[in-house]
């Protein structure tokens, strides 16, 4: 199967700080990468998609300014969460798409995570 | 609009019996079915999905699910449950045309020795 990796797995960092995460598709090629966030014992959260080389689309509550996303090449997608607060502190899940037709067309494929602790 | 229902917040089912994950959707159109399975501070992993086809799906880990055209359902099943299967289970739908995917808000099982 298709695999998403994230980077790092888990980060702390002070308030105020940037925190930068990278979802790479190690072996396919996505056309387009989703940025979700998780809160315990919930659902995700879609927060973005991102489609390469434009600009990601964000859902409604979410800011952009804020939760920053390149998607510079068909296996990366970064997200920077500027200006981190203590309630930015969640667990950051991407998933990428992949850009081949059949079977793979439309599954979804989701990284490990992201941990964010902002002290 | 699209969306999907997971009606029970957890499932417990003794270690060997079967056990059923629900899951109802609503779409315009033809659905595309998923389910995921998501392991403590760990990303979903996928376990199958409906696009086509048999209505009867095999995923992985011995995992099936039956796509309900009438009833609108995408219950996942499992013959004989394990306790390695405990986890969040998360059904979702989208249709076709590469419009986003929704998430139901979960189902955790429990598996009991």
């Known amino acids: 199967g298709a695999v998403v990796s994230q980077h790092p797995s888990w980060v702390i960092c002070k308030s105020g700080t940037s925190v930068k995460i990278e979802c790479r598709s190690l072996d396919f090629q996505a056309t387009t990468m989703f940025w979700y966030r998780q809160f315990p014992k919930q659902s995700l959260m879609l927060m973005a998609t991102s489609n390469e080389g434009s600009k990601a689309t964000y859902e409604q509550g979410v800011e952009k300014d804020k939760f920053l996303i390149n998607h510079a090449s068909l296996t990366l997608s970064t997200l920077t969460v500027t200006s981190a607060h203590p309630e930015d502190s969640s667990f950051y899940i991407c998933s990428a798409r992949s850009t081949s037709g059949g079977a793979l067309g439309e599954t979804q494929y989701f990284g490990p995570g992201t941990r964010l602790l902002v002290l | 609009a699209q969306s999907v229902a997971q009606p029970e917040d957890q499932v417990n089912v003794a270690e060997g019996n079967p056990l059923t994950v629900k899951c109802t959707y609503s779409?315009?159109?033809?659905?595309?079915l998923f389910w995921y399975v998501q392991y403590p501070n760990r990303g979903l992993q996928f376990l199958l999905k409906?696009?086509?086809?048999?209505?009867l799906v095999k995923g992985s880990y011995g995992f099936e699910a039956e796509f309900n055209k009438s009833q609108t359902s995408f219950h996942l099943k499992k013959p004989s449950a394990l306790v390695s299967d405990s986890a969040l289970y998360f059904c979702a739908v989208s249709h076709t045309g590469g419009f986003k995917t929704i998430f139901g808000a979960g189902t955790r099982l429990f598996v009991k020795a």
């Open positions: 779409v315009s159109g033809n659905p595309y």
């Open positions: 409906y696009i086509t086809g048999d209505n």
